[in-house]
């Protein structure tokens, strides 16, 4: 009697979860394609052959988060990302230090579209579309004994894009866990400078660097039913 009881609260529970609407948040690990800024910032340092510049970060994957609101009843979601990542190239001696860092940011704005590949409705694909506010700043620094010079160039773009996941979800008590795996597909746009929107970055073959942020996603979370 006890095990049946226990069933039929499980499965009003699974019932309810899967009513209510709900609130997540994710942490997210995701890898990029930036190899525009990768060869940007090659080109940089092949501009200064006469310095020993090393390679310190090349736009390597890293973590960001998510936080959304999932409509139940329209199988959809809204989601607020944020992404970083960023490139450094760096040499010092006795004499003084020479830095370039690049620092790569995104908001991302958007929704998905689920479609049930389970019964249970716990295991799913979402299709996304969303758009991207990328920022990105170029700081250069160097000190020659006593000589030191500084300067910050900031750009800005509006990337828009396509995406896929598998989501799973498992209820635990007043909560559910969740996990999701996918390749998002960004169109990058121009990088216009901050101060001049008419100029953009370009490298020195005069075509545009985006910021490239296609990738894998993956992410893992919690979602908060409410009524």
Known sequence: MKKIILFFTFSVAL???????????ETNYNTFSHSSLSDFQQEFKADLNNVPLKTIDDFPANIGFTI???IIDANTALFLSYNSTGGKLSYSDYS?????EEALNAITLGGIYYVNLSKQKN???GFKGF?????????????IFDNIEQSTVDFSSFDFGLGAQLNYEYPISFLILKANIGFDLVLGTKLKFSENSEAYLINN??????TGWSGLRTGIGIAFPIQ
């Open 68 to 70: 959304g609101y999932e």
């Open 131 to 143: 758009t991207m506010i990328s920022s990105l700043n170029i700081d250069s620094y160097s000190q």
């Open 123 to 125: 295991f799913r694909i």
């Open 15 to 25: 019932n309810v979860y899967a009513q209510q609407d709900k609130i997540f948040i």
């Open 205 to 210: 073959a005069n075509q545009e660097v985006n």
């Open 96 to 100: 003084g230090v020479v830095r370039l």
